[in-house]
């Protein structure tokens, strides 16, 4: 049997994905020696043992919270900083992780309290939940688009109209899979923007999108030729980081309350829209 089938088989909390994983990281030995081949093909008399990574701790790290109740809890999210990990043996701290202890939602997985997120690059407002039920609460207004959102961005360049909504579909680009683009084939997306304030070069620029699409803000802005200022998959200006900030969420939460929840811009910002 491939030692990767073995592990899996006799030691399933993990996926047979992550376990291979683990076979590359040294983690598993067949006779006391380490094997980092997931193909190895093990004989009858082999013993394998395995020694699983001890988890990190981030006991000693924090986030800005901006509100907490017994449902919810929501971030001020810092730029550099993931939603949750991506895989099994991110060892990265996340949002996920600064609110695992605090949630029953999907606590043993890499998305504790997760019901949307934020890339890296984009800082700002991010709402978790704690219990199943908040989460099917909160998830409902995200998938009936009954919560709102705003965001701010910097963009290279200045839109020609002050305000409009941009009503493009956007699919995945076969080219590049992990990227979209506009795409007359794709799923409807709408942004509504407005301008705050422009240089010659930079606008400062408030958008509410009516849809949830991935990159939606960034492929439509990128299509009217004003790409968000340090974005580096459809941008062409360097920065020192991506200049896309969640700047507020409304939504209802569980019991009925209405609430917004604001994250301020930040000050660089403003800095960049008069360069």
Known sequence: MRLDAYVAQYWPEQSRSTWQKLIEAGHVTVNGQVVTSVKYDLGEDDYVSVKQPEAPDHSDKTLPIIYEDENVIVISKPVGVLTHSKGALNDEFTVAEFVRSKTTYKSDTNRPGIVHRLDRATSGVLLCVKNDEAASYISKQFSQRTLK????????????????????????????????????????????????????????????????????????????????????????????????????????????VRKTFTAEIPAEFRRKASE
């Open 149 to 256: 959102k705003r965001y701010a961005a910097v963009t290279s360049g200045v839109p020609v109209q002050q305000e409009a909504v941009i009503d493009l579909p956007i699919g995945r680009n076969p080219n590049v899979p992990s990227t979209f683009r506009v795409d007359a084939g794709g799923k409807p997306a709408q942004t509504y923007y407005v301008v705050a304030e422009h240089s010659d070069k930079h606008t400062l620029i408030r958008l509410e999108p009516k849809t949830g699409r991935t990159h939606q803000l960034r492929v439509h802005l990128a299509y009217i030729q004003c790409p968000i200022v340090g974005d580096e998959v459809y941008g062409t200006e360097k920065a020192d980081r991506m200049y896309l900030h969640a700047e507020q969420l409304e939504v209802t939460l569980p019991g009925g």
